[in-house]
């Protein structure tokens, strides 16, 4: 790491990106102020990376009665491969609304941003384990499929289990959303036609209520159809895993909890909770390919209302 090289690159930060950040600058500052963890893998590493994967989409396929593929792109990265990939993300994400964005004092306003942004990203890639990007607001259909190498060994000795088997738990996570992203292909554009409109309407200084609940009821659709497969399609135990990362999120320093507060975190694992109890009582009462039928149409998303009465979502989609 690189302190001093990571406060450079944001004191002189530029003021003509988009949204007022630097990209280049949070790049360079993100990576100076992150260990990048070792990368080197055994062959026998690099083959069980690969045979999680290939035995998670073979699992799941099954499982969820889903038809789908894993993406070309498979990387196992470290942190700064992560922080790289996810700052072209954010880049794209904030495209649509830079020239909408009007700033007084641009040279201000680019060193806050691009120092938070660059925060954020640092934090990030320091417990990001692994990563199904769906690329959206990219040019084409490419998914990518990211592991985070050094985070996933650090977090298996930290937590004191078997590094092969947390591995390959991720792994079974991670292609969850690749199958829910294949078996839905309407699913990318239904996610960036709200997220365009709610960052719109906020860089004209509103708040897009319905695009922002609509977002966070596809989100909670995702993570929670995900751990129902995960549950059903794993081929190992796993409880403990399940309890232990549990433990470990809501634990860590002071400074972690406080960051994971603001980053949204805890709204994420809302998510996995509620929409996973959703799922549950559906598969519960009429199968795991029951539950499937939430990808067959953007209408069969489950409005708020329905997250918390599977009964009522039954009765609209599988009367």
């Known amino acids: 790491m690189d302190l001093q090289r990571s406060v450079r690159a944001v004191a002189t930060a530029s003021g003509d990106g988009s949204g007022g950040i630097d990209w280049e600058a949070v790049a360079t500052a993100a990576k100076s102020a992150t260990d990048a963890g070792s990368l080197a893998l055994t062959d026998a590493?690099?083959?069980?990376?690969?045979?999680?994967?290939?035995?998670?989409?073979?699992?799941?396929?099954?499982?969820?009665?889903?038809?789908?593929?894993?993406?070309?792109?498979?990387?196992?990265?470290?942190?700064?491969?992560?922080?790289?990939?996810?700052?072209?993300?954010?880049?794209?994400?904030?495209?649509?609304?830079?020239?909408?964005?009007?700033?007084?004092?641009?040279?201000?306003?680019?060193?806050?941003?691009?120092?938070?942004?660059?925060?954020?990203?640092?934090?990030?890639?320091?417990?990001?384990?692994?990563?199904?990007?769906?690329?959206?607001?990219?040019?084409?259909?490419?998914?990518?499929?990211?592991?985070?190498?050094?985070?996933?060994?650090?977090?298996?000795?930290?937590?004191?289990?078997?590094?092969?088997?947390?591995?390959?738990?991720?792994?079974?996570?991670?292609?969850?959303?690749?199958?829910?992203?294949?078996?839905?292909?309407?699913?990318?554009?239904?996610?960036?036609?709200?997220?365009?409109?709610?960052?719109?309407?906020?860089?004209?200084?509103?708040?897009?209520?319905?695009?922002?609940?609509?977002?966070?009821?596809?989100?909670?659709?995702?993570?929670?159809?995900a751990e129902l497969l995960m549950d059903r399609a794993f081929d190992a135990e796993y409880a403990d895993l399940r309890r232990k990362l549990d433990a470990r999120r809501r634990g860590g320093s002071p400074v972690t909890r406080v960051a994971r507060r603001l980053l949204g975190l805890g709204m994420k694992r809302r998510q996995y909770e509620r929409g996973a109890d959703f799922f549950r009582a559906i598969a519960d009462q009429r199968g795991v390919a029951a539950a499937a039928a939430v990808w067959e149409d953007p209408v069969n998303l489950p409005t708020d209302a329905e997250f918390d009465d599977p009964a009522r979502w039954l009765a609209r989609v599988d009367p």
Not at 102 to 117: D, E, K, L, R, W
């Open 45 to 225: 590493e690099r083959a069980g990376y690969a045979a999680d994967v290939r035995d998670a989409r073979d699992r799941l396929r099954a499982v969820g009665g889903l038809e789908f593929d894993v993406p070309a792109a498979v990387e196992v990265q470290n942190r700064h491969h992560w922080i790289d990939a996810n700052v072209a993300t954010f880049r794209r994400v904030m495209r649509p609304v830079e020239s909408e964005v009007n700033i007084a004092f641009p040279t201000v306003v680019s060193v806050f941003n691009t120092g938070s942004m660059a925060a954020v990203l640092s934090f990030l890639a320091s417990h990001v384990l692994g990563q199904y990007d769906p690329l959206l607001l990219a040019d084409g259909d490419d998914h990518e499929l990211y592991f985070v190498h050094p985070n996933i060994v650090d977090a298996a000795a930290d937590l004191g289990v078997d590094y092969p088997r947390f591995r390959r738990w991720i792994a079974f996570h991670e292609v969850t959303h690749a199958a829910e992203f294949g078996a839905a292909p309407w699913l990318s554009d239904h996610l960036e036609t709200r997220m365009e409109g709610a960052l719109e309407t906020l860089s004209e200084g509103g708040f897009d209520r319905d695009a922002f609940r609509e977002l966070d009821a596809t989100m909670t659709a995702v993570e929670g159809y």
